[in-house]
Nanobody, 122 residues
Framework: QVQLVESGGGLVQAGDSLRLSCAASGRTFGVYTRGWFRQAPGKEREFVAGIKWSSGRTYYADSVKGRFTISGDNAKDTVYLQMNSLKSDDTAVYYC???????????????WGQGTQVTVSS
């Protein structure tokens, strides 16, 4: 089992920045990809960004490209999501996920954190 714990959410104004963290523990061997998803009220969970742990290769949703950056710290087994130029549309619960493949489908990820709320006021 792998446990994921997110932190760093909060209430910010449009244009501000925020950094989310997701620390992993447990049997992370074989878990090759970390991803960030978000879910706004009344909407489906959507892919935000992902990183291949071994190569550092990243992938972003078009809606966040150029504003968000995903990165990882192998020593701490922690993945980060730096969010800049936040918009009201970014308001959602953000979830950290871990799996084997760098894909955008939520069903492909095996482990999930509890989520952290990000609210952007306009």
């Amino acid at each position: 089992q792998v446990q994921l714990v997110e932190s760093g959410g909060g209430l910010v104004q449009a244009g501000d920045s925020l950094r989310l963290s997701c620390a992993a523990s447990g049997r992370t061997f074989g878990v090759y990809t970390r991803g960030w998803f978000r879910q706004a009220p009344g909407k489906e969970r959507e892919f935000v960004a992902g990183i291949k742990w071994s190569s550092g290769r990243t992938y972003y949703a078009d809606s966040v490209k150029g504003r968000f950056t995903i990165s990882g710290d192998n020593a701490k087994d922690t993945v980060y999501l730096q969010m800049n130029s936040l918009k009201s549309d970014d308001t959602a619960v953000y979830y950290c996920a871990a799996g084997r493949l760098l894909v955008t489908g939520a069903s492909s990820y095996d482990y999930w954190g509890q989520g952290t709320q990000v609210t952007v006021s306009s």
